[in-house]
Protein backbone atom coordinates (compact mmCIF):
# COMPACT_ATOMS: atom_id res chain seq x y z
CA UNK A 1 0.00 0.00 0.00
CA UNK A 2 1.13 3.39 -1.09
CA UNK A 3 0.44 6.69 -1.78
CA UNK A 4 1.88 7.29 -5.46
CA UNK A 5 0.64 10.73 -7.04
CA UNK A 6 1.33 9.03 -10.55
CA UNK A 7 -1.88 6.59 -9.46
CA UNK A 8 -4.80 8.86 -8.90
CA UNK A 9 -7.23 8.94 -10.59
CA UNK A 10 -10.81 10.69 -9.96
CA UNK A 11 -11.89 6.17 -9.03
CA UNK A 12 -9.79 7.09 -5.69
CA UNK A 13 -11.28 10.07 -4.77
CA UNK A 14 -14.76 8.85 -5.12
CA UNK A 15 -13.72 5.60 -3.09
CA UNK A 16 -12.19 8.04 -0.67
CA UNK A 17 -15.62 9.43 -0.59
CA UNK A 18 -17.05 6.38 0.51
CA UNK A 19 -15.01 5.51 2.76
CA UNK A 20 -16.09 8.46 5.08
CA UNK A 21 -19.75 6.90 4.79
CA UNK A 22 -18.61 3.50 5.87
CA UNK A 23 -20.01 2.37 8.99
CA UNK A 24 -16.89 2.13 11.13
CA UNK A 25 -14.43 4.85 10.52
CA UNK A 26 -11.00 5.03 12.53
CA UNK A 27 -9.71 8.45 13.73
CA UNK A 28 -6.05 9.05 14.13
CA UNK A 29 -4.64 12.67 16.02
CA UNK A 30 -0.86 12.67 15.79
CA UNK A 31 0.84 15.88 17.34
CA UNK A 32 4.19 16.75 16.13
CA UNK A 33 6.52 18.78 17.71
CA UNK A 34 9.50 20.49 15.39
CA UNK A 35 13.36 19.99 15.92
CA UNK A 36 14.78 23.40 16.61
CA UNK A 37 17.58 22.21 13.70
CA UNK A 38 14.99 23.03 11.09
CA UNK A 39 15.25 26.84 11.47
CA UNK A 40 18.80 26.51 10.43
CA UNK A 41 17.60 25.52 6.44
CA UNK A 42 17.56 28.04 4.23
CA UNK A 43 14.19 29.41 2.50
CA UNK A 44 14.46 27.84 -0.82
CA UNK A 45 15.04 24.10 1.39
CA UNK A 46 12.38 25.18 3.57
CA UNK A 47 9.88 25.66 0.31
CA UNK A 48 10.81 22.56 -1.34
CA UNK A 49 9.71 20.89 2.40
CA UNK A 50 6.32 22.58 2.40
CA UNK A 51 5.67 21.51 -1.04
CA UNK A 52 6.77 18.07 -0.87
CA UNK A 53 4.96 17.53 2.34
CA UNK A 54 1.94 19.30 1.38
CA UNK A 55 1.71 16.89 -2.15
CA UNK A 56 1.84 14.06 0.65
CA UNK A 57 -1.04 15.22 2.03
CA UNK A 58 -2.75 16.26 -1.14
CA UNK A 59 -2.72 12.52 -2.16
CA UNK A 60 -3.24 11.05 1.16
CA UNK A 61 -6.62 12.74 0.91
CA UNK A 62 -7.94 10.28 -2.09
CA UNK A 63 -7.37 7.53 0.44
CA UNK A 64 -9.02 9.21 3.55
CA UNK A 65 -9.92 12.26 5.28
CA UNK A 66 -7.01 14.57 6.42
CA UNK A 67 -7.14 17.36 8.27
CA UNK A 68 -4.44 20.25 9.45
CA UNK A 69 -3.78 22.01 12.34
CA UNK A 70 -1.24 24.65 13.99
CA UNK A 71 -0.73 24.25 17.70
CA UNK A 72 2.47 26.21 17.69
CA UNK A 73 2.43 29.36 20.14
CA UNK A 74 -0.39 27.44 22.21
CA UNK A 75 0.97 23.73 23.46
CA UNK A 76 4.46 23.80 24.60
CA UNK A 77 5.11 19.84 23.54
CA UNK A 78 3.70 20.33 20.17
CA UNK A 79 3.84 22.94 16.49
CA UNK A 80 0.80 21.14 14.77
CA UNK A 81 -1.63 18.05 14.06
CA UNK A 82 -2.31 15.83 11.75
CA UNK A 83 -6.00 14.30 12.13
CA UNK A 84 -6.76 11.37 9.97
CA UNK A 85 -10.26 9.33 9.14
CA UNK A 86 -10.08 6.23 7.33
CA UNK A 87 -11.68 2.84 7.57
CA UNK A 88 -8.64 1.47 7.92
CA UNK A 89 -5.50 1.76 10.69
CA UNK A 90 -2.92 0.39 7.86
CA UNK A 91 -3.97 3.46 5.56
CA UNK A 92 -3.01 5.71 8.78
CA UNK A 93 0.05 3.99 9.27
CA UNK A 94 0.94 4.21 5.08
CA UNK A 95 0.56 7.86 5.90
CA UNK A 96 2.49 8.28 9.11
CA UNK A 97 5.90 6.23 7.48
CA UNK A 98 5.51 8.30 4.42
CA UNK A 99 5.57 11.70 6.86
CA UNK A 100 8.59 10.06 7.96
CA UNK A 101 10.54 9.96 4.85
CA UNK A 102 9.60 13.10 3.43
CA UNK A 103 12.54 16.15 4.61
CA UNK A 104 10.78 17.84 7.13
CA UNK A 105 10.01 14.51 8.96
CA UNK A 106 13.72 14.22 9.65
CA UNK A 107 13.49 17.20 11.53
CA UNK A 108 10.06 16.31 13.60
CA UNK A 109 9.21 13.81 16.50
CA UNK A 110 5.07 12.57 17.90
CA UNK A 111 4.80 13.96 20.83
CA UNK A 112 1.48 12.58 21.42
CA UNK A 113 -0.97 10.31 19.39
CA UNK A 114 -4.60 9.21 19.97
CA UNK A 115 -6.87 6.58 18.37
CA UNK A 116 -10.29 6.23 18.63
CA UNK A 117 -13.49 5.25 16.18
CA UNK A 118 -16.75 5.93 15.67
CA UNK A 119 -20.35 3.94 16.69
CA UNK A 120 -23.33 5.04 16.98
CA UNK A 121 -24.17 6.74 20.90
CA UNK A 122 -26.30 4.47 22.73
CA UNK A 123 -28.20 7.59 24.08
CA UNK A 124 -29.31 8.96 20.90
CA UNK A 125 -29.49 8.41 17.41
CA UNK A 126 -29.56 11.89 16.62
CA UNK A 127 -26.11 12.48 17.08
CA UNK A 128 -23.92 12.49 14.20
CA UNK A 129 -19.71 14.01 14.32
CA UNK A 130 -19.80 16.69 12.84
CA UNK A 131 -16.90 15.62 10.62
CA UNK A 132 -19.37 13.23 8.82
CA UNK A 133 -21.90 16.23 7.92
CA UNK A 134 -19.85 18.80 6.86
CA UNK A 135 -17.29 18.96 4.27
CA UNK A 136 -15.12 22.21 5.76
CA UNK A 137 -13.65 22.24 9.04
CA UNK A 138 -14.17 25.25 11.36
CA UNK A 139 -11.54 27.29 12.80
CA UNK A 140 -10.56 25.65 15.50
CA UNK A 141 -10.91 22.20 16.82
CA UNK A 142 -10.09 21.54 20.83
CA UNK A 143 -8.83 17.52 20.89
CA UNK A 144 -8.71 15.80 24.14
CA UNK A 145 -9.05 12.52 25.81
CA UNK A 146 -11.90 12.19 27.75
CA UNK A 147 -12.19 9.06 30.84
CA UNK A 148 -15.49 8.03 32.65
CA UNK A 149 -14.96 6.39 35.89
CA UNK A 150 -15.94 2.11 36.46
CA UNK A 151 -18.86 3.85 38.52
CA UNK A 152 -20.48 5.30 36.11
CA UNK A 153 -20.65 2.25 33.87
CA UNK A 154 -21.95 0.17 36.70
CA UNK A 155 -24.85 2.77 36.94
CA UNK A 156 -28.48 1.30 35.68
CA UNK A 157 -28.69 2.43 32.04
CA UNK A 158 -32.12 4.44 32.83
CA UNK A 159 -30.11 6.56 35.18
CA UNK A 160 -27.25 7.20 33.11
CA UNK A 161 -29.81 7.91 30.32
CA UNK A 162 -31.65 10.37 32.36
CA UNK A 163 -28.31 12.25 33.01
CA UNK A 164 -27.05 12.19 29.36
CA UNK A 165 -30.44 13.51 28.35
CA UNK A 166 -29.68 16.51 30.94
CA UNK A 167 -26.09 16.57 29.50
CA UNK A 168 -26.66 16.57 24.95
CA UNK A 169 -29.48 19.33 26.24
CA UNK A 170 -27.00 21.77 27.38
CA UNK A 171 -24.36 20.96 24.05
CA UNK A 172 -27.88 21.72 22.09
CA UNK A 173 -28.06 24.97 23.39
CA UNK A 174 -24.60 25.76 21.47
CA UNK A 175 -25.51 25.00 17.68
CA UNK A 176 -22.67 26.78 16.54
CA UNK A 177 -20.36 24.15 17.92
CA UNK A 178 -19.85 20.62 16.20
CA UNK A 179 -18.98 17.85 18.39
CA UNK A 180 -16.92 14.92 17.35
CA UNK A 181 -16.97 12.25 19.69
CA UNK A 182 -15.03 9.10 19.09
CA UNK A 183 -14.79 5.69 21.15
CA UNK A 184 -11.14 4.49 22.16
CA UNK A 185 -12.35 1.61 24.03
CA UNK A 186 -10.11 -1.45 24.29
CA UNK A 187 -7.67 0.46 21.30
CA UNK A 188 -6.50 3.34 23.75
CA UNK A 189 -5.83 4.40 27.03
CA UNK A 190 -8.83 6.97 27.08
CA UNK A 191 -12.85 5.76 27.35
CA UNK A 192 -13.28 8.38 24.35
CA UNK A 193 -11.83 10.87 21.82
CA UNK A 194 -13.70 14.44 21.61
CA UNK A 195 -12.68 17.30 18.99
CA UNK A 196 -15.18 19.68 19.22
CA UNK A 197 -15.68 22.76 16.62
CA UNK A 198 -16.10 26.29 16.96
CA UNK A 199 -15.19 29.42 15.09
CA UNK A 200 -15.08 31.31 18.70
CA UNK A 201 -13.21 30.01 21.22
CA UNK A 202 -15.20 32.01 23.85
CA UNK A 203 -18.44 29.94 23.33
CA UNK A 204 -16.73 26.62 23.32
CA UNK A 205 -15.27 28.12 27.01
CA UNK A 206 -19.05 28.75 27.61
CA UNK A 207 -20.12 25.43 26.48
CA UNK A 208 -17.72 23.49 28.95
CA UNK A 209 -18.68 25.72 31.54
CA UNK A 210 -22.46 24.59 32.01
CA UNK A 211 -21.48 21.21 31.17
CA UNK A 212 -19.14 21.19 34.01
CA UNK A 213 -22.72 21.86 36.23
CA UNK A 214 -24.42 18.74 34.99
CA UNK A 215 -24.65 15.65 37.09
CA UNK A 216 -22.50 13.62 34.48
CA UNK A 217 -19.61 15.89 35.39
CA UNK A 218 -19.30 14.03 38.76
CA UNK A 219 -17.84 11.01 36.96
CA UNK A 220 -15.49 12.34 34.91
CA UNK A 221 -12.13 11.34 35.86
CA UNK A 222 -10.21 12.86 33.15
CA UNK A 223 -10.82 15.38 30.22
CA UNK A 224 -7.28 16.84 29.88
CA UNK A 225 -5.36 17.77 28.20
CA UNK A 226 -7.20 19.87 25.93
CA UNK A 227 -5.47 20.91 22.56
CA UNK A 228 -6.86 23.74 21.44
CA UNK A 229 -5.88 23.78 17.41
CA UNK A 230 -6.25 25.93 14.77
CA UNK A 231 -7.58 24.71 11.04
CA UNK A 232 -4.67 25.25 8.50
CA UNK A 233 -3.18 24.00 5.09
CA UNK A 234 -0.31 22.26 5.95
CA UNK A 235 2.28 24.30 3.77
CA UNK A 236 1.03 27.71 5.84
CA UNK A 237 2.00 25.47 8.79
CA UNK A 238 5.29 24.50 8.00
CA UNK A 239 6.07 28.18 6.99
CA UNK A 240 5.39 29.12 10.08
CA UNK A 241 7.60 27.09 11.70
CA UNK A 242 10.27 29.55 11.43
Known sequence: MSFDKSKINQK???DAKNDINSPTLYLNFSFYKVDPKWRWINDIGKD???????????????KMKVRTYSTIGIRKESDFMIWSISDSIEKIQVLTSKVYTTVLGKYIDTSEVYLSATRPSVYSNKITPGFM??????????VYPFIKSREWYLLPF???????KE???????YPQIRLNTSYSFGIGDQDFMLAFETDNL?????LIMKLRETQVSKYILRDTPMIVCVYKKIFDIIKSLG
Open 12 to 14: EVK
Open 48 to 62: EAAKEFSSLIEIANT
Open 133 to 142: EHEEPLKYSI
Open 158 to 164: EKRNEMM
Open 167 to 173: HIAVGKK
Open 202 to 206: IDFQD
